[in-house]
């Protein structure tokens, strides 16, 4: 009898009930989290699992009943760098807990940035306004290719700090195809790539080039400007004048040549043409850059002017939408005649 009792001990040993193995698999204890959170669970027990609870703290965020153990925890309205205990509990078929714990920490930093708007305002002939918006940057790099695919736009043209929402492309060339593309990046080095943005630049109504005018040949390339900041890089301070005018379009076009066939001195002459958008602009600012002590010329355009000294000769004249400056590094009574020939070529392009 005594030995039949102790098999029965061994065997009600054997076979005791127990409380099912819980474990969190995923995150791991102790790691920064931001936004959705899945957590994973795994159970064991000798007579199976009957559901799984998991809470945050005291509360209940889910309840799942079949492998794999899975809740979803949302962190984007909980409070920065604060820490959360997970608890995933167990039920075996009669009723047994089991626990397991972790801690989470909420860590808002961790969230990439995004990109709410990426896309082009005002374009001109060379140049282009890029704008955007947005959040959690610490700087945002803009890129341009002239081929469309992701892969080719690799030029880094810019590295712009954190709050800045547009950038102005300078220097292009007109009537061309530029892809730009942005990329923010965060005090983690998390990126968010934005659309390509496709944009071809204007053409240009300016005149662009004059090969040369009467026995003046051109002397070297010529200078364009459609910004604000290409015409001050080019002009100085005396580009405000034109940008007060609302310009759109600038060439500044050099030539060389005598001003008597039989003077062994070459001057130098300086073609400045404006497209000002419209004749009143061209008119405004015809009125805003006159040198004084002008003589009328009637000869070209809607208004006419020259000037001289002994340094240099100038005339100015506008027709339609275009305003034209055309100077003489000379004083001598020829270098007018050679204004006059230059204005008249001008005048019958525009």
Known sequence: MRYLLIALFVLTGCFR???????????????????????????????????????????????????????????????????????????????????????????HSLRPPTVESF????????????????????????YRSIAPGIDTIDDLIATLPEGT???????????????YMILPVDQEHQTARSKIVKVKTAVSQTITWIPGVNGWPRDGPYDRASSPEELLTLLGDSAHSYIEAGFIDFTRQ?????????????SRLSLYLFDMEDSIRARVVYDLVDPGNTIPYDSVGDEARYRFDNREAMLDFRKQNGFVRIIIDSGLPPAVKILKTFAQYVAAMI
């Open 254 to 266: 050099r030539f060389k040549g005598r001003l008597e066939s039989f003077s062994p001195d070459t």
């Open 17 to 107: 009930d127990h409380p099912p193995e819980v474990r969190i698999i995923s995150p791991s204890d102790g790691e920064r989290v931001i936004g959705p959170v899945i957590i994973q669970a795994t159970a064991r027990d000798d007579y199976g699992i009957s559901h799984l609870r998991f809470f945050v703290g005291d509360s209940l965020i889910g309840v799942d009943s079949s492998s794999p153990y899975l809740a979803c925890w949302e962190t984007d309205s909980l409070p920065d760098q604060k820490t959360f205990t997970i608890t995933a509990e167990g039920l075996d078929r009669s009723g047994q807990p089991g626990r397991d714990e972790i801690l989470l920490i909420v860590d």
């Open 119 to 142: 896309d082009t305002g005002e374009v001109r002939s060379t140049s282009i306004w890029l704008h955007w918006q947005v959040t959690g940057e610490e700087s945002v790099r803009v």
């Open 165 to 179: 929402d547009s950038f102005h492309d300078l220097w292009l060339e007109q009537d061309y195809n530029y892809y």
